[in-house]
Structures are given as C-alpha cells and as structure tokens.
C-alpha cells in the first residue's frame, strides 16, 4: 500500500513551520495514543503513522530531501539505509520523541496513571549531535558512483569503559530520587481530583544511575575525541549542494545513548572540457570552416571515453548534435541524460599566401556567398525550440 503524503497525514501545508508541524503531531498523538485506544490497530497504525511524518518533517535535512524526492527519498542512502523516512520505527523511537513534545514521557502519564516511556527501562536516552563534512566528487564519479573512504574526527565512545562514563560495573549507584526510572511523579490536588504528572529526574538527568567514580580517560562523559574512516557509498546522479544521509555515523552521544546522524554535502569539482546541464552533459566542439564544408569525423570526450562522430557537409555553426544516453544518470534510476555537441566554427586569425589566394578564388563563388534559405531559422531560433 502506497505511503500517504506526510504533509496530509499531519494535516499541515507544505509552507508549515516548525510550530505548526509539532502542534499537528501533538493533537494526533493524544488522539490515537495507544493508551486512549487500547486494542484499536487501525488507531495504533494512525498513531504510528503520525510519528513517522512527524520524524521526517520536523528535521530540517529530511524534510528537504523528503520535498525535493518524496518517498523516494528513503532510498537515496549513502550505505544502504535511508535518508528520509521513518520505516522501521518502533514504539520505543516513537514514545522517545515525547520529550520534545510534551516536555517529557507520554501525555497520558497524567492522566491514565502510568503510560510509556522511552526504551525498555523507562530511562531517558540522549542523542549524539549530527556532523556535516563535505564530498567532492568528479563528473566520472557522480555519474558512475562512488565509494570513498573518509577520515572523521569526531565523538566516539570510550574504549575504556566502553561508553558508560564508570570506573568499572561497581561505580554504578541506583538514582535515589527516581529509584531508576529516570522520571519523577507529583500528584497535584485539583477541582478535578487528583492529577499525576511526570518530569526527568533533575538528580540523574533521566539516566535512572548516578556515577560514584568516573572514567580516568572520559571523566564520565562516556565518549573522547577520536577519528574514525568511514566508507560512503555515493549513489549515481547526485548534484552540487544534495545532502546525503548516514544514520548513526555522527558524534557518539554521552554515556550509551544513541550517536547522531552524518549529513554529505556533495560538490562537485569542475570538469576540463564538459559542463553539466541538468542530466545532460554540454561540449563545445570546434572544427575549421572546411571541414564544416566537406564533412569530417572526430573523436570528442565523453564521461565514458572518447567516441568518434561523423560531422555531416554542410554543417552549420550552432548546430547541436545529440548522443543518446551519455549523459548523468537520474538517481536511483536507469534513466540516463544525453550529451549535447555544440559545433562551432573556428576562423584562422593567420593565413599564408597561397591559402589567401585560394580562398579569394573561392570568395567570389556562389556556394560560398551566405544565403540561408527561407525556410532556414538563426541559431538562436534553433536554441530556443531545443530547450522549449
């Protein structure tokens, strides 16, 4: 079943701020809340749809590419995962986005006298910062794909206690506030009765343990500066400016949580003799009136290597000749742009006497008086019906 719009499923216009956008998941959530809706699956699968729009569209990054591709976007992975979309989310991804929306855990905590929270302990799960580096590729690399491997510096999780921030397992010690939960409850007297509510544990920061004697190497942060090579996979097609996505590839995120995203901005460094258009690829081909006049054939530069064309007689300046499917393909598509040959014709600044004489005998010929026919458009009457 085809996925429904993001925009539509929120109930929000495409020009929606970041307000907007979190007061639309806000209503939707209470309203489907599996809590509110026990047993309801056409309720929970409203639910988890909501989340998954709201994962996509309240990031920056992925709401670009999810206007620029759509669905597709979840298919333009720099190594095989997804850069939009939230598929695969599960309960526990989708309840850790309450923190932001309702200021900590689920809204029906209050109200039904428990509800869910974050991961399987209930603990609060911090997130590593996302990275920005930028890849510069060919023409020959956008057009074929490409792997690089790159050399990151960046947060990652101390070897020494392997993430957790402790000297050793003993160094742990039970938050004695939240007694583990990583939250705490109030119960507040109203005219309504009773009304729970439930914050992070100011004591732990939600973690639900306190730390009695910290990592010698991380002092208790649970991550170090370090670099690490990552491998990327650069699709075929992509364009100057495209962001590409690596889930997970970011900073480590403190004590265990979950590290952040690597966001590739392409570049694309400037090819000798061929420019990009689009799909298409341009070259300006130059040739002598002569060979315009009797007809040749030459090799030209293509992505893929050299090839030879045939220059008809006759051929006119401006005229553009069209090799099918040697262009830049589309991403993640079979479909392929062409190159365009621009003839133009080259006039000698230097001439020798004999090759003066020659052409003077030549000047006063018929076939070399311009004549274009009635029929016959100017060069910038062909150029605009071309890209019309």
């Known amino acids: 079943m085809a996925k429904r719009d993001y925009y539509d499923v929120l109930g929000v216009a495409k020009g929606a701020d970041a307000d907007e956008i979190k007061k639309a998941y806000r209503k939707m959530a209470i309203k489907y809340h599996p809590d509110k809706n026990e047993g309801d699956k056409a309720a929970e699968d409203k639910f988890k749809e909501a989340a998954e729009a709201y994962e996509v569209l309240s990031n920056s990054d992925k709401r670009q590419r999810y206007d620029q591709f759509g669905h597709a976007a979840n298919a333009h992975s720099a190594n095989g995962g997804g850069y939009g979309g939230a598929g695969g989310m599960n309960m526990d991804d989708i309840f850790s986005q309450f923190g932001d929306i309702f200021g900590g855990g689920s809204p029906f905590e209050g109200f039904f006298g428990g509800g869910r929270q974050s991961g399987s302990s209930g603990r609060r799960v911090t997130r590593g910062s996302n990275l920005r580096i930028k890849v510069r590729l060919t023409l020959e690399e956008i057009a074929n794909g490409a792997e690089k491997k790159i050399k990151v510096n960046k947060q990652i999780v101390c070897k020494t206690c392997d993430g957790s921030g402790a000297k050793d397992k003993s160094s742990f010690q039970t938050c004695k506030t939240c007694g583990g939960s990583g939250a705490v409850r109030r119960v507040t007297n109203t005219i309504l009765g009773q009304m729970q509510t439930t914050s992070t544990c100011p004591t732990c920061n939600g973690e639900g343990s306190t730390i009695l004697s910290k990592c ?173």
């Not at 590409?244 to 901005?265: C, V």
């Not at 003799?273 to 040749?296: C, E, P, Q, S």
């Open 216 to 388: 010698t190497v991380c002092h208790g942060d649970g991550v170090i500066r370090g670099e690490e090579t990552i491998s990327i996979n650069i699709p075929a097609g992509v364009s100057e400016g495209m962001q590409l996505s690596m889930s997970g590839k970011g900073n480590a995120a403190p004590r265990g949580g979950l590290p952040g995203d690597l966001i590739i901005l392409i570049e694309e460094i400037p090819h000798e003799t061929l420019k990009r258009d689009g799909n298409n690829v341009i070259y300006d081909l130059h040739i002598n009136f002569v060979d315009a006049a009797i007809g040749t054939s030459v090799e030209v530069p293509t992505i893929d290597g050299k090839v030879k064309i045939k220059i008809d007689p006759g051929t006119q300046g401006g005229k553009i000749l069209r090799l099918k499917s040697k262009g830049v393909p589309e991403v993640n598509s079979y479909h392929r742009g062409d190159q365009l040959v621009h003839i133009n014709i080259w006039t000698p600044k230097a001439l020798s006497r004999e090759e003066r004489e020659i052409l003077e005998k030549l000047q006063s010929s018929p076939n070399f008086k311009p004549n274009p026919g009635k029929n016959e458009k100017s060069f910038f009457e062909r150029m605009k019906e071309y890209f019309e």
